[in-house]
């Protein structure tokens, strides 16, 4: 027989900003009504401060990028593109990216990011599933300025499709609470200040963990999001060379490379970023050389759960091998399973960072979720002190 565990967190767990709701789930208590209404607000106070840099490419101030947004939001208008369209973003990693899917977020519109690095047939189910309107994948629209920042906390604010890891790719309907609830777990979680971080972005922001976790947690604190049109260990080496960073956000995989090689300590970065896999004792002590002053930060989650949800850092290396993290920001655990009491089994998640479900697919809704509880598919054990690593 199956049972549902929980590992509730008490409810001021989060800090003062986050409360339990009536539904059950932690909540932030203090969000910006929407996405677009916390960037522009940003925008115009760190006008002047660098936003964004494509490597080999664009540096843009806060106040360009935002007008070059708020014009391809007019030529998005201009072409009948308004409120709940979606705009496929089909283009590759690199400031343009940035510029197009800030454009159609301030258009009113609800971007669908198309992976530029999937197959043909991937992209091409991406676009027919989600219906999108538009798809900006050459010449970015441009017109007048236009601003839409009617959006409530509810509304859907990204389309951001799953990477089929557990069956075919699905729409996950990211509101504005849980990507704004997503920024605030990430700034919260790595202590980043307002003072003009610098975060190498190497994932693709058509990706959660791109774009959701490591791109607009930038944007809101001021910092400069620095792009990287190539993803790899060599790409990441030239980086470091030509840009000062603070924050390297990355794979496991491109970690993994970086350091079979020797390479010169680098002690200004201050933070790296493990995602999509975490590294053995040898892997972090390798990285610990190359990068002596920074914390090893491992973020673990699923679309769903806006490519967020689970946290590690401050091990030792020998003692976080297989270890995924533990949760914070408000994500809660459960286990199900035979072995759920003995803390064993599949691990299922909820909070406010997590969907309400898939776009235009109520049987697979149905399938993922057990009330607010979203199947995450992994099999996992979880210790005495909340963490999480799996077994499966």
Known sequence: MSLLVEYPLPDDSGGAGIKRGADGVLHYGDLSPALTELLDIRAHHFANREALVEIGGPRLTYRELWTSASRIAGGLNDRGIGFGDRVGIALPN?????????GALLSGAVPVPVNDRGCSEERAFVVNDSAVDLVIDDDLPDAAAFIDDGASLAEVALLCYTNGTHGRSKGVELSNENVLSTIESVVGALALPDTGVR?????????????VDQLLPMLAIGGTAVVAPEIGADALARALRSESVDVVATTAEVLRDLCTDSLAPDERV???CCSGGTLNAAEARRLAAAFP??????????TETSGIGLAL???????RTGFVGAPFGGTELALLGPDAERGVGELLCRGPNVTHGY?????????????SWFHTGDQVEIDGNGIVRLTA
């Open 94 to 102: 690199g400031a343009r990216w940035v510029q197009a899917f800030l």
């Open 199 to 211: 975060n190498l972005v190497m994932l693709p922001l058509a990706h959660a963990s791109g774009c």
């Open 270 to 272: 201050a933070t790296v």
């Open 293 to 302: 002053a920074a914390a090893q930060w491992s973020l673990w989650g699923a």
């Open 313 to 319: 850092s401050g091990f030792a290396p020998d003692e």
């Open 359 to 371: 776009w235009n697919n109520p049987d697979a809704t149905a399938q993922s979720f057990t009330g």
